[in-house]
């Protein structure tokens, strides 16, 4: 079970290369440094986290209720009568609809035994901020670190980065240190690739960049900025919160070096000025993984899930996700990724029973999640909720609904997905009772 | 975790302790740690400190010569800092991560009908800063602080005022008091369209995701942080069945008896705006929402042509729709409010409010978490601020030059630790000392009604970089991050360089005294002494401060790109070192 290493920062930091000035800027490799990758230790996995962001409704897919009166599902305007369910595996039990989301069929017929679908998780909040903190981060306090992030922070330690968000969600708490983002609009093309500038103002009568320094120039700048910083440590540090500010320059500027001469393929991929959008992302997630950029993605699927109104629109959100998950999982399939790569789906919380006066529904503090990938004990639906839709205890070991057993609260998710990956949940949970059914 | 030797070893200790033996040892007692003395910034570092957390930029040389020959003068000088305008944009920014209604990549009205020659700018700049104007207005005019809930006016631009119908005095320009037409009370930001079209009610919420931010900004009580179990055996679309339910429900009722009053006096509001909504209305000649939009329907009492420019946010015979649906009667934790004003009023006499100000305001300065400053130093400060009539000017210069704000490191609980450079802070201070504004266009052809003329990059984030440097963008990243992170980095990175390259080139292309900051040299001055003086004078207005060392460490850098270059591009690098140096990214 991998932990954060045990040593110092700037032990860390020394053994990243003492400074860019001083390395050569090659792989840098924290097994040597880190007891937890000791010989026999399972390989750093990746993580990529999919968003559905603003509640999707989980009687469509994932938590199936045709024959449940109090539960207006899909079926409720069910037209064609396609409504459907399929099973793959030994019990994985999804919704399916050959005319208005073919897409759910298609994905489970090809990777439906190798996912997993856990049902029944509390979100503990009906409002979308506080939920989606409390699903990604296992907590309802603000400055925490998500998933994708710790995660990210392990594995991708010796990585330019920890963790890349595509979505602008990812929350990076204390560790901002280890993860990046692209920005809205892709900025970040900008910053790594100078050349790429929006249009300079024609008052300025030049074009951007009007200086570019040079791997040299920028060796040489650091060179004397991590001096400034040690002076600047001898004067103020001495306590965690300062000597924190100042290692996270040191390590931010590493990275941000490491990203520029190691993530340019990638980032030179995007479109500046444009989201790349969620299937424009995926391919991208997976590039970044493969190139070793980072070791966590976070994309968002990039459409409006909260269905207050017309929640007849989940079928189209379905269709375009799944057609973006298999095209995900055959990407993963086809780079060799699925081995050592987490894909975890999810949104931050599910809707109403039942369909208000506006045909919407509104929300509703449980969820599920879709995981497959490595590790992961595919064709199995674990957990339930009840003909309530509220989330049933069980027994976590096995994730069948046992009234001796727990609910499965957002704070036990969190720390499941980490155990999932291999990172150790103790520091950022402490003692808390995991899922561990879904482990192969 | 110990050792079980060095467990056996404690147990005979204390055994040996205990046990009453006069020939025995004493009990283990540890001395009392020594307290640790709080260390103070001199009087250079904490006007530094003053400056950039009031105006954004750093202090000139002659307010730091000021300081060095009488300490004394800082608080003056920090007065002076607090009348600057600048520091009512800095308000601003203060209650906009509060409000969260600076969101340029997101819910942005289009520049269309009475709009329509207004840019996207102008449009996000009119809907985002509309409720933080009335803040700055009352805090730059020495208004009490509870004027902002309380307030029987607004503040309106031009744009503003095309946007909700707004009638100006012609003889003023830029922002200035104006009213809401449309019959609605008036109770400062309470009564703000900008901030209910940030925060939306959908659905069934019935305003309560509106009263949760009243709660949490204003009295820094937030139910949303409350974790919930929902009954699933309310039937949520029969709405007795829920105005029951957040009645008698064991589960529903702990928030709801504070939640639903508070709500109910939101109901003139429209639920929401939506962009797509006002673009389609004006799409339409009849000027009604598209209905293949999936927009919530017309609520009762709203008219198609509310969502044509001027819009209507708020609809007076809508405020008693809670009547219709059993819900509690508008009031503030048991007090009753029959209209907006009244809420403002209560609110404002609250104590939770005056608190909960000193906690943002403190927070605000010392980047120390709302929750973590300690409660006798929160009493205090708070005790002072209504003393002062809630004078929100005084409360920030008491923040500014107490003993906790001035510490070198932080050894008490609430004290600051280094504090790191915000997003507009820093594109100020560049332009201060460059001249150099990033700005960009982002914008190509084809833009219809959403083109984005020359946006500022480090107060963009849609286009630019405000988020990527740690700040929020209002609408995903909800909270800042004081820290540096890659992304940061690069924006330093970035910005050094552009501003370095500008300065260079535009100083060298000028007399001396015209210049920014290479007045001693020429752009082929090589002599070691000339250049030193340079670089020395470089430290002095850039970080304030120069020593030996920093001038004999970017000697050696300027020479190290010479060799390989020309002193130009040697003075460019050195000023890209020096835009990021330590010593301004934190302060």
Same mark, same amino acid.
């Given at each position: 079970m991998a932990r954060r290493p045990a040593l110092s920062r700037r032990h860390l930091l020394a053994g990243l290369g003492a400074g860019i000035a001083g390395s050569a800027l090659g792989p840098l490799s924290v097994r040597a440094l880190n007891p937890a990758y000791a010989q026999g230790t399972p390989p750093p996995r990746n993580l990529i986290v999919v968003c559905a962001n603003g509640g999707w409704d989980t009687t469509f897919v994932f938590d199936p209720k045709l024959d449940v009166p109090e539960i207006e599902g899909p079926e409720a305007n069910d037209t064609e009568g396609a409504e459907d369910t399929a099973t793959y595996g030994d019990s994985l039990l999804v919704g399916v609809n050959h005319v208005k989301r073919p897409s759910v069929r298609t994905f489970f017929d090809n990777w439906g035994t190798r996912c997993a679908v856990l049902n029944g998780?509390?979100?503990?909040?009906?409002?979308h901020d506080p939920s989606r903190m409390r699903i990604l981060t296992g907590s309802g306090a603000p400055g925490r670190a998500d998933i994708s992030v710790i995660a990210g922070s392990i594995h991708g330690a010796s990585r330019p980065l920890g963790s890349l968000d595509m979505s602008g969600f990812s929350m990076a708490g204390p560790l901002g240190a280890t993860a990046g983002r692209i920005g809205v609009s892709s900025q970040v093309k900008a910053l790594t690739n100078p050349s790429a500038a929006f249009t300079a103002p024609s008052e300025l009568g030049r074009s951007y960049p009007l200086f570019d320094p040079s791997t040299d120039d920028r060796k040489a700048i650091q060179a004397v900025l991590e001096a400034r910083v040690e002076r600047m440590r001898a004067l103020r540090g001495g306590v965690e919160a300062n000597d924190k500010k100042l290692d996270d320059l040191v390590e931010s500027a590493l990275r941000a070096e490491r990203l520029i001469t190691d993530g340019s393929a990638t980032i030179d991929q995007l479109e500046l000025g444009r989201s790349p959008g969620f299937l424009g992302s995926l391919p991208l997630a997976v590039d970044f993984l493969s190139r070793g950029v980072c070791s966590s993605v976070f994309v968002d699927t990039s459409a409006r899930w909260d269905t207050h109104t017309g929640n007849s629109a989940q079928h189209g959100l379905f269709q375009d996700l799944f057609v973006g998950l298999d095209a995900l999982a055959t990407l993963l399939d086809e780079a060799g990724r699925w081995d050592d790569t987490v894909v975890v789906v999810l949104s931050e919380m599910t809707r109403t029973p039942k369909v208000n006066t506006e045909f919407g529904k509104d929300h509703w503090p449980y969820t599920s999640a879709l995981v497959f990938g490595a590790g992961v004990k595919g064709g199995h639906t674990f957990g339930s909720t009840n003909d309530l839709l509220e989330a049933e205890p069980m027994d976590f070991a096995t994730g069948e609904a046992a009234s001796s057993g727990r609910i499965l609260e957002y704070d036990g998710f969190a720390a499941s997905v980490l155990e999932l990956l291999d990172v150790d949940p103790g520091p950022w949970f402490g003692d808390l009772d995991t899922f561990t059914a879904w482990r192969a | 975790m110990r050792t079980p030797a060095a467990i056996a070893l404690l147990a005979l200790t204390l055994s040996v302790a205990c046990n009453g033996d006069d020939d025995g040892p004493g009990p283990v007692v540890e001395p009392e740690p020594e307290p640790v003395q709080r260390e103070l910034l001199s009087a250079e570092a904490r006007l530094v400190r003053a400056s950039v957390s009031t105006r954004g930029v750093r202090p000139s040389a002659e307010e730091l010569d000021q300081v060095r020959a009488d300490p004394a003068a800082l608080e003056a000088l920090v007065d002076a800092y607090l009348a600057d305008p600048a520091f009512g944009d800095t308000i601003k920014s203060m209650h906009a991560e509060l409000f969260l209604t600076r969101t340029d990549a997101d819910n942005q009205l289009p520049s269309v009908g009475l709009a329509e020659d207004y840019t996207a700018n102008q449009i996000h700049e009119a809907s985002a800063e509309e409720p933080l104007e009335l803040v700055r207005h009352v805090v730059m005019n020495h208004r009490p602080y509870t004027e902002i809930v309380t307030a029987d006016y607004m503040l309106a631009n031009e744009v503003v005022a095309a946007m909700y119908g707004i009638e100006l005095d %012609?003889?003023?320009?830029?922002w200035q008091e104006a009213r809401w037409p449309d019959g609605r009370p008036h109770a400062g930001v309470l009564s703000s369209s900008q901030l209910w079209r940030r925060h939306v009610s959908a659905g069934s919420n019935f305003h309560r995701l509106r009263a949760n931010v009243v709660a949490e900004t204003l009295l820094c009580d937030s139910f949303a942080a409350r974790d919930l179990t929902v009954d699933g055996g309310v039937d949520l679309t029969d709405e007795a069945a829920v105005a029951r339910a957040v009645r008698e429900n064991a589960n529903c009722?702990?928030?709801?008896?504070?939640?639903d009053p508070l709500a109910a006096n939101l109901w003139g509001f429209k639920r929401q705006i939506d962009p797509r909504a006002v673009e389609g209305a004006h799409e339409n000649q009849a000027c009604?929402?598209? %209905?293949?939009?999936?927009i919530p329907p017309i609520d009762e009492g709203d008219l198609p042509t509310d969502y044509c420019y001027p819009l209507v946010m708020y609809t007076p015979a809508k405020e008693d729709r809670w009547v219709e649906l059993d819900l509690r009667a508008p009031g503030f934790y048991g007090t009753p409010t029959p209209t907006l004003a009244d809420l403002g009023d209560t609110i404002a006499q609250d104590p939770r409010f005056g608190q909960c100000a000193v906690r943002r305001f403190y927070s605000w300065f010392s980047q120390v978490d709302p929750a973590d400053i300690p409660l006798d130093l929160v009493k205090d400060l708070r005790d002072d601020f209504i003393a002062s009539n809630y004078d929100a000017r005084a409360l920030s210069r008491q923040i500014l030059l107490s003993e906790p704000f001035a510490a070198v490191r932080p050894v008490e609980p609430g004290d600051a630790p280094l504090l790191s450079l915000r997003p507009e802070a820093y594109g100020a201070i560049v332009e201060d000392l460059t001249g150099f504004v990033w700005t960009a266009v982002p914008s190509g052809t084809g833009?219809?009604?959403?083109c984005w003329d020359d946006v500022d990059l480090t107060t963009s984030d849609r286009w630019g970089y405000r988020a990527l440097f740690g700040g929020i963008d209002g609408f995903q990243i909800l909270q800042p991050t004081h820290t540096a992170t890659p992304n940061k980095v690069l924006v330093l990175q970035r910005l050094a360089a552009e501003a370095s390259g500008y300065v260079v080139e535009n100083d060298f292309g000028k007399p001396a005294a015209e210049?920014?900051?290479?007045?001693?040299?020429?752009?082929d001055t090589t002599d070691q002494a000339t250049v030193e003086a340079q670089l020395a004078a470089l430290h002095e207005r850039i970080l304030g401060s120069s020593s030996d060392e920093d001038v004999a460490e970017a000697y050696g850098l300027f020479e190290a790109i010479r060799a390989d270059a020309d002193p130009r591009t040697a003075w460019t690098v050195v000023l890209t070192m020096l835009l990021q140096d330590p010593r301004l990214v934190y302060y």
């Open positions: 998780i509390s979100t503990g909040s009906v409002a | %012609p003889a003023v320009s830029g009722v702990g928030c709801h008896q504070a939640l009604a929402p598209d %209905p293949d939009l999936r833009c219809g009604a959403s210049r920014h900051l290479l007045q001693a040299v020429e752009a």
